[in-house]
């Protein structure tokens, strides 16, 4: 997991290539994707955990886990 307290960029490989999550002041998004409609990268941003944020050409899932101490984002390519 990525800890939303840190701002980094991280790329996960999926089936179209890499898709490129931005942790930044608390929040995460999907700033890069290699689908043809680009529907994640318009999903926005969220430092919410009921609302994940999803590649599904690319199959990548971004999630927001944890508990109020310690909250991380968990992504992962199928």
Same mark, same amino acid.
């Given at each position: ?5 840190t701002n %980094? *960029? ?14 930044h ?5 999907i ?11 318009? %999903?926005?941003? *969220?430092?919410?955990? *009921? ?7 690319n ?8 508990d ?11």
């Amino acid at each position: 997991g990525l800890a939303l307290a840190t701002n %980094m *960029t991280r790329d996960f490989q999926g089936p179209l290539g890499l898709t490129r999550v931005e942790v930044h002041d608390g929040f995460v998004a999907i700033r890069e994707s290699p689908c043809r409609l680009q529907l994640c990268v318009r %999903m926005g941003q *969220t430092r919410s955990a *009921t609302r994940s944020l999803v590649c599904i050409p690319n199959r990548v899932q971004v999630r927001i886990i944890g508990d109020d101490r310690e909250e991380a984002v968990d992504a992962l390519a199928r």
